[in-house]
Structure formats: structure tokens, C-alpha cells
């Protein structure tokens, strides 16, 4: 019987790293778009690159002591960012596709923000398995821009929270406006 | 008087045949001065080393150097590494920040907050 379940186990762990692998997203192969784009960032970070970067975070400094608190239980960081001095030099059938993925069960939208007359999108997905977060997922598009986020592992938002102010960014109104009081679209 | 000491100066540099085994002698006090000339490290080696061995010091010295330098190396390629992914994470912290707060200031301003008040869902506007 030991036997049986040790070999289970084994046979499952496929199965259980796809599902522990479902926060992440499959991003859109870009390259031919850097040459285009004016400003590019990429930003490719795993567990072991998380772990590294965590190592050289300066607990004194408030933006690393910051960063340190809200990567605690993230095991992936994913950002595709570009900006073009045209409009809509990217293409838009390579972001549907994302959005297609974040349709899959698990994820859900917490907010949806749409601008005709600028133009712009900005959608935030939460990854939710057993009642737990487990991956983060914006889009959000402009004429001339356009960003991926994927962030895997624990997400808090309240630990997203504590960047105000530390990256120059202002205060977020979590508290306010909760994911449940904001419920988009699904 | 200055007879006598021209006779004395005759008999003291008159010439004299070295004694037999001069020239033996000589060369084997030359041999051994050079090998009292040798560098310390290889006198101090162990008698049983063989003669080629004598470089074996310079050569784990040398070993041991390029193994320093290697380490080091690998040190401030590892301290590089971290720099950048430190900096890769603040800038991914900046960026999702910057959206998070576009998507919340939005929500927050509009009202009432519906997300399909101007396109239908999934409407990129373009």
C-alpha cells in the first residue's frame, strides 16, 4: 500500500506542477517589436533570480525593504513593457491571446477599465487556487503602449499596498475599493 | 741592502708548478659554490625529490593564484548577477505599481464604476 501511494505520488507530480504552474502566463515572443519600439522593458525573473535579487536588497534602504516584503512567497516576476511613437505599432492579436489564457478556470478579473476616448485598457487578474492567490496578471494597453504583468507566487495585495510611495508611486485605495466592491465582466 | 731585496723579491715570486690535483680541486670547489647558489626553495626540498620535481612549489603556487583569481572572478560576476536582478525587480515592482494605481485611479474616479460604460469588454479601443 505504501508502495501503491509512493508510485501515486510519482504519477501525479506532472499533474500537480501544471496546476501549481497555472499563475503562469505563456507571453508573446516580441523580439521582432524592440527594433520598432522606443522604449522596452523586459523583465524575466524565476524563483532562483527572485532569490538572488532578494540578497541584494539593502534592508535600509525603504524601496528595497519594500521590494523585500511584497516578493516573501513569489516565485516568478514577468514583465513585457513597450512604447512606440506611433499608435498601434503592436500587434493586438499577441495581447488577445494573453487575455484569452487569463479566461482559463482560476483566474478572475478584479478590475476592468476601459477608455474610448483615450483609448486605453487596463485589466487586473488574481489567480485564486483553494481560496489563496497565487498569481497576478495585468494588461493594459494605449495607442502607443502597451504592458504585460505576470506575477507568480503568493500575491498580497495589501504588501502591494506598501509601494506607495516607495517607487514614486501614490497611494493605492485597496481599502476603499475592494475586489469585491469592483467585480468586472466574468 | 737593495741587492738583497731584489734577491728576496726573486725567490718569493719566482715560478712555482701548482702540486698535483690543483686544477681537480679547483673545479670541484667551483661546483659546489654553485650549488650553494641555488634559490632557497629548492635546497629546502626534500632529498628523496626527484630533480624534476623541484618546480612542483612554483607550479601549486601558481595553481593556487589562478585559483584565487578564478574565485574572484566568479565572486564579482555573481555580485554583477545579483545587482541586475535587484534592479530587474525594482523596475518590475515600478511597473506593475504604475498599472495597479492607473487601474485603481480609474476605478476610483469613475463612478458609477461599470467596466463597459464606453466599449464592450475586451474592446483595446483600437
Given at each position: 500500500?505504501?508502495?501503491?501511494?509512493?508510485?501515486?505520488?510519482?504519477?501525479?507530480?506532472?499533474?500537480?506542477?501544471?496546476?501549481?504552474?497555472?499563475?503562469?502566463?505563456?507571453?508573446?515572443?516580441?523580439?521582432?517589436?524592440?527594433?520598432?519600439?522606443?522604449?522596452?522593458?523586459?523583465?524575466?525573473?524565476?524563483?532562483?533570480?527572485?532569490?538572488?535579487?532578494?540578497?541584494?536588497?539593502?534592508?535600509?534602504?525603504?524601496?528595497?525593504?519594500?521590494?523585500?516584503?511584497?516578493?516573501?512567497?513569489?516565485?516568478?516576476?514577468?514583465?513585457?513593457?513597450?512604447?512606440?511613437?506611433?499608435?498601434?505599432?503592436?500587434?493586438?492579436?499577441?495581447?488577445?491571446?494573453?487575455?484569452?489564457?487569463?479566461?482559463?478556470?482560476?483566474?478572475?478579473?478584479?478590475?476592468?477599465?476601459?477608455?474610448?476616448?483615450?483609448?486605453?485598457?487596463?485589466?487586473?487578474?488574481?489567480?485564486?487556487?483553494?481560496?489563496?492567490?497565487?498569481?497576478?496578471?495585468?494588461?493594459?494597453?494605449?495607442?502607443?503602449?502597451?504592458?504585460?504583468?505576470?506575477?507568480?507566487?503568493?500575491?498580497?495585495?495589501?504588501?502591494?499596498?506598501?509601494?506607495?510611495?516607495?517607487?514614486?508611486?501614490?497611494?493605492?485605495?485597496?481599502?476603499?475599493?475592494?475586489?469585491?466592491?469592483?467585480?468586472?465582466?466574468? | 741592502?737593495?741587492?738583497?731585496?731584489?734577491?728576496?723579491?726573486?725567490?718569493?715570486?719566482?715560478?712555482?708548478?701548482?702540486?698535483?690535483?690543483?686544477?681537480?680541486?679547483?673545479?670541484?670547489?667551483?661546483e659546489v659554490e654553485q650549488r650553494q647558489r641555488r634559490p632557497r626553495f629548492a635546497t629546502r626540498l626534500p632529498a628523496w625529490l626527484p630533480t624534476r620535481a623541484r618546480w612542483l612549489p612554483v607550479a601549486v603556487a601558481a595553481s593556487a593564484l589562478l585559483v584565487a583569481v578564478l574565485l574572484n572572478a566568479r565572486q564579482v560576476r555573481h555580485e554583477r548577477q545579483?545587482?541586475?536582478?535587484?534592479?530587474?525587480?525594482?523596475?518590475?515592482?515600478?511597473?506593475?505599481?504604475?498599472?495597479?494605481?492607473?487601474?485603481?485611479?480609474?476605478?476610483?474616479?469613475?463612478?458609477?464604476?461599470?467596466?463597459?460604460?464606453?466599449?464592450?469588454?475586451?474592446?483595446?479601443?483600437?
Open positions: 500500500m505504501k508502495y501503491f501511494l509512493a508510485l501515486l505520488a510519482v504519477l501525479l507530480l506532472p499533474w500537480q506542477l501544471a496546476v501549481a504552474a497555472d499563475a503562469r502566463l505563456i507571453l508573446p515572443e516580441l523580439r521582432g517589436l524592440e527594433d520598432k519600439a522606443d522604449e522596452t522593458v523586459t523583465i524575466t525573473l524565476d524563483a532562483a533570480m527572485i532569490k538572488l535579487a532578494a540578497g541584494f536588497l539593502d534592508a535600509n534602504k525603504p524601496e528595497d525593504a519594500a521590494a523585500r516584503q511584497v516578493i516573501s512567497g513569489l516565485t516568478g516576476i514577468y514583465v513585457r513593457s513597450f512604447t512606440f511613437d506611433a499608435d498601434f505599432s503592436y500587434p493586438l492579436g499577441e495581447i488577445e491571446k494573453v487575455r484569452k489564457q487569463l479566461s482559463a478556470p482560476g483566474w478572475q478579473r478584479l478590475v476592468e477599465v476601459r477608455s474610448r476616448k483615450e483609448k486605453s485598457a487596463v485589466d487586473v487578474y488574481l489567480s485564486v487556487d483553494r481560496e489563496l492567490a497565487n498569481g497576478l496578471a495585468i494588461i493594459a494597453t494605449e495607442p502607443r503602449e502597451f504592458t504585460i504583468v505576470n506575477i507568480i507566487g503568493a500575491v498580497d495585495l495589501q504588501k502591494l499596498h506598501q509601494l506607495e510611495g516607495k517607487f514614486g508611486i501614490p497611494k493605492l485605495q485597496l481599502e476603499a475599493k475592494t475586489p469585491q466592491d469592483k467585480p468586472a465582466g466574468r | 741592502m737593495s741587492n738583497d731585496i731584489d734577491e728576496q723579491l726573486r725567490a718569493a715570486l719566482r715560478r712555482v708548478d701548482p702540486e698535483q690535483g690543483f686544477a681537480q680541486r679547483v673545479l670541484a670547489r667551483i545579483g545587482l541586475e536582478a535587484r534592479q530587474q525587480l525594482i523596475d518590475a515592482l515600478r511597473v506593475a505599481g504604475e498599472k495597479l494605481d492607473l487601474a485603481y485611479r480609474a476605478v476610483n474616479t469613475e463612478s458609477p464604476p461599470t467596466a463597459s460604460d464606453d466599449t464592450a469588454p475586451g474592446d483595446t479601443g483600437a
